[in-house]
């Protein structure tokens, strides 16, 4: 019985290994043929049907891929592989930058309630004269 086992695992293991080799391979390919500047936004690529899909990390790509679907079709069917009736983008993008903690604000310094009435007193316009001695208020209550 384990025999079978084992047997059976060294048989999942090597189509495993096989498919990792044909994927690398299709990738290898489709990197060689796409133009310089795409190279480093293929993220993934598979032959499915009459499809080549390929997949990048931004839509911005996808129409320098198109612009160079027949170079890639071609060395497709150079390297000996079935040649594709179509070519089919998707965008896998890259993952989210973690988030930053949130700074809080420093609060202000004892000082500044006194100095806010004191700017208040010496404005003639009541509207703001009335807001900076609310403003002041509210630090002081904020302190006790």
């Known amino acids: 019985m384990k025999s ?6 060294h048989a999942t293991w090597t189509a495993l290994r096989e498919a ?8 290898d390919q489709i990197a060689r043929a796409a133009p310089a500047s795409l190279r480093p936004h293929i993220v993934a690529v ?3 049907e009459d ?3 390929v997949w990048l990390d931004s839509g911005v790509w996808a129409t320098r891929l ?3 679907q027949l170079a890639l079709l071609d060395a497709l069917e150079a390297a000996g592989l079935p040649r594709p009736q179509r070519v089919r983008t998707h965008v896998r993008p890259a993952e ?3 988030r930053r903690p949130v700074r809080r604000a420093t609060p202000p310094p004892p000082e500044m ?16 004269q009335e807001r900076l001695k ?4 509210t630090l002081r209550r904020q302190r006790r």
């Not at 990792?20 to 990738?27: F, I, K, Q, T």
């Not at 609310?134 to 208020?137: M, V």
């Open 51 to 53: 499809a080549l899909h």
């Open 46 to 48: 598979a032959l499915r």
């Open 134 to 137: 609310k403003l002041a208020d």
């Open 20 to 27: 990792v080799e044909r994927y690398r391979g299709l990738h």
């Open 96 to 98: 989210r930058p973690p």
């Open 66 to 68: 198109h612009q160079s």
């Open 4 to 9: 079978a086992i084992r047997l059976q695992q």
């Open 113 to 128: 309630p006194d100095q806010l009435t004191q700017l208040a007193d010496s404005i003639r316009h009541p509207q703001l």
